[in-house]
């Protein structure tokens, strides 16, 4: 093997420290040190059952009679059948092929053809499970969990703001797009792709100034255009992603968007967003808001992959936000392959958000492998309330994107 072979093979295996999420790797221990979305409330009803596959991991989600969600292994300890295919009873989830009946906290309670036999101390996986603005979190690390803090956002939480939810899964690893979080250099081009919407007119192709700043919380990033067209962005470590958009109608108040990238397993992503409408919104601001999102808040590129990939047109005008956001993004990272080739890559100074981001990765999956503490994680004092300083667009882009 030439030099030259043995040192991208070096930088492949540093790369997959960043995309390996099992129980084993470095980067599954530590993403699960933090709660993590798993799931829309609303997917969930009561004396229900629902299969999740979380960081390589099958689970169950279910929700007990009174209401109460709880999160268990994905298969019976008995013969590994799938337990979300069985029956809710009460507080519990009995397996459908043999009854055999679980707790909460995993605990197998009931074996019904083994009744003379005693219970077995047979345990599956349980995880702690907290409901919130609409998304269910779920702790899947070891010891007691962490403050339910750093998912926390206050902005959300003010009175007479509206929000709404979405949920897409991505056929690709989940650091690509927590990547695409890090680059304000893309706004400048693939949101100009298909038809330029309210986004890309405000944020404009004018190509930014950018600086990055560690914070208590994760990384704060700064776009800077122009002095009327600074954009900023406050990421929240591992993988949330704060940002602003505009409004759906231009006299609207700006959204605050939250969206985490939650790994499924290697191939496979969640994106949980949640959508804020600050108080104080005129009442048709507010009526476009809830019609907007019961209409088209839950589009999700990945199940318009061919359509995307072989037209690259898009044809739903009428939802020019969310859904034209999101076909925008899938394109450019969807693109990259499942599982971008990093080793391959040839990066310039425009890619200073991406390198920032991957080192202090490394840094925390070096403290991980090493046994050693990482950092603690805090939520910012003060919630952030980002900028809403719409630019101008280019004319000569709006007219070839629009033509």
């Known amino acids: 093997m030439s030099q030259i072979d043995e040192r991208r093979q070096a930088r492949a295996a540093q790369f997959n420290r960043l995309t390996e999420v099992g129980p084993d790797s470095d980067m599954g221990r530590l993403l699960r040190k933090f709660w993590q979305p798993v ?4 997917s969930v009803e009561v004396g229900a059952a629902v299969p999740l596959k979380i960081m390589s991991e099958e689970l169950t989600l279910y929700r007990g009679n009174s209401g109460k969600l709880y999160l268990v292994g994905g298969r019976c300890a008995h013969r590994r059948t799938l337990l979300h295919t069985g029956w809710v009873d009460g507080e519990e989830i009995r397996c459908i092929y043999h009854g055999w009946q679980f707790d909460g906290t995993g605990a197998c309670v009931k074996r019904p053809a083994e009744t003379d036999t005693g219970m077995p101390r047979t345990k599956i996986a349980g995880y702690p499970v907290k409901e919130y603005q ?8 070891e010891g007691e969990p962490p403050a339910f803090d750093l998912p926390r956002k206050p902005l959300t939480e003010r009175e007479g703001a ?7 899964r991505w056929d690709n690893n989940w ?11 893309h706004v400048s081009f693939v949101h100009m792709a298909l038809t330029v919407g309210p986004f890309g007119k405000a944020v404009t192709a004018s190509i930014p100034e950018l600086s990055y700043e560690e914070t208590a ?13 600074v954009r900023q962005s406050d990421w929240t470590f591992p993988n949330n992603n704060h940002i602003t958009v505009p409004g759906l109608n231009p006299a609207d108040p700006w959204l605050d968007v939250f969206v985490w990238m939650t790994p499924n397993d290697e191939l496979n992503t969640t994106r949980f967003m949640i959508y804020s409408l600050p108080p104080g919104a005129s009442e048709a601001a507010q009526m476009r808001f809830k019609t907007y999102f019961a209409k088209y808040g839950k589009y999700d590129p990945a199940e318009h992959h061919d359509e995307l990939f072989s037209s690259r047109v898009w044809k739903n005008p009428e939802d020019i936000f969310v859904g034209l956001t999101a076909a925008q993004d899938y394109l450019s990272i969807r693109g990259q392959e499942r599982i971008t080739k990093r080793e391959d890559e040839i990066l310039g100074r425009s890619d200073l958000g991406i390198v920032t981001l ?15 503490p990482t950092k603690e994680w805090k939520a910012l004092e003060t919630p952030v309330e980002l ?3 719409p630019g101008e667009a280019d004319p000569a882009l709006l007219a070839k994107a629009e033509a």
């Open 39 to 42: 799931a829309l409330s609303e």
């Open 134 to 141: 609409g998304l269910v979190f779920a702790y899947m690390g």
């Open 162 to 168: 509206l929000i709404a939810n979405g949920m897409e």
């Open 175 to 185: 650091f690509q797009q927590v990547e695409n979080s890090m680059d304000a250099v």
């Open 217 to 229: 919380a994760g990384i704060r990033q700064t776009a800077r255009r122009s002095e009327g067209n």
């Open 358 to 372: 991957r080192k202090l990765f490394w840094r925390e999956l070096d403290l991980v492998q090493a046994g050693q």
């Open 387 to 389: 900028p809403h300083q």
